[in-house]
């Protein structure tokens, strides 16, 4: 019995080990550098997919008081353009990152333009779909949907187009603490 459950602890620790996080993926930024997620692993992170043409564009400055009130306490806020929902996000990545600290005052980190759906979707955002299944499937049905991953890198929390970011406040403080906790 002993030898057994000291097998299912090893097994549980390889497992473990080997389990895909956040911190094992790498995507462009908007001008054309790697960025490691590692650099981010104990951090809470909110991704999201964005358009410069949408009617939910103004979420950007929701999303800049966001950075802006908890970056200092953990919190990383990554911008994924993207121009799959009725083509609005058609401009360069340059254009892009511009159009957004022009027009909301962005500071937080803009990625190079990607697919979040289909056979061309980046590896980050099918790891967060994976992770965030819901009623409605996997795909992501619109821009600004939003991605809260927990300290663990693991963890993931999904939030309709719809939802504010002022709306998630609650559970950025509750990750944030947990990620406290932990240190």
Not at 33 to 62: H, M, W, Y
Not at 94 to 122: L, P, W
């Amino acid at each position: 019995l002993n030898i057994f459950l000291l097998y299912c602890f090893i097994s549980l620790i390889l497992i473990l080990d080997i389990m895909t996080t956040i911190y094992d993926y790498k995507a462009l930024t908007s001008n054309g550098e790697v960025l490691d997620f590692n650099q981010f692993r104990g951090k809470v992170l909110l991704i999201v997919n964005t358009a410069s043409k949408c009617g939910f564009t103004p979420q950007f400055s929701g999303l800049e008081d966001l950075n802006q009130r908890y970056k200092d306490k953990g919190l990383v806020v990554i911008g994924f353009p993207c121009n799959q929902f009725a083509s609005q996000d058609p401009g360069s990545d340059e254009e892009i990152s511009n159009f957004c600290k022009v027009n909301y005052g962005v500071t937080f980190q803009m990625m190079k333009k990607i697919d979040v759906n289909g056979k061309n979707a980046a590896p980050i955002y099918q790891f967060l779909k994976d992770r965030s299944k819901n009623i409605l499937g996997e795909d992501i049905k619109w821009n600004f949907t939003k991605f809260l991953v927990a300290s663990d890198g693991v963890t993931v929390k999904r939030y309709a187009p719809t939802v504010k970011p002022n709306r998630m406040r609650k559970d950025i403080e509750e990750m944030l603490l947990v990620e406290a906790d932990c240190l």
